[in-house]
């Protein structure tokens, strides 16, 4: 039973760490959607410089 108690105690904590990991992985897939984005467009004004010089 004690350890019961002891989890109910630290539900709070776990909470806020859950919620900790959740935000630095949303944080992390807007990164990384921002990343592809420009990625994407590098590529795509690449290509466009291509097909006007090349």
């Known amino acids: 039973m ?5 989890r109910v105690e630290n539900a ?3 909470d806020d760490l ?3 990991i959740e935000k630095g992985k949303l944080e992390k897939l807007l990164r990384t959607a ?3 984005v ?3 467009g590098l590529l ?3 290509s466009i410089v ?3 010089f090349c």
């Open 2 to 6: 004690k350890h019961l108690e002891n």
């Open 12 to 14: 709070g904590e776990t």
């Open 18 to 20: 859950t919620e900790r």
């Open 34 to 36: 921002v990343k592809t």
């Open 38 to 40: 420009n990625g994407v």
């Open 44 to 46: 795509f004004e690449n």
């Open 50 to 52: 291509c097909f006007v």
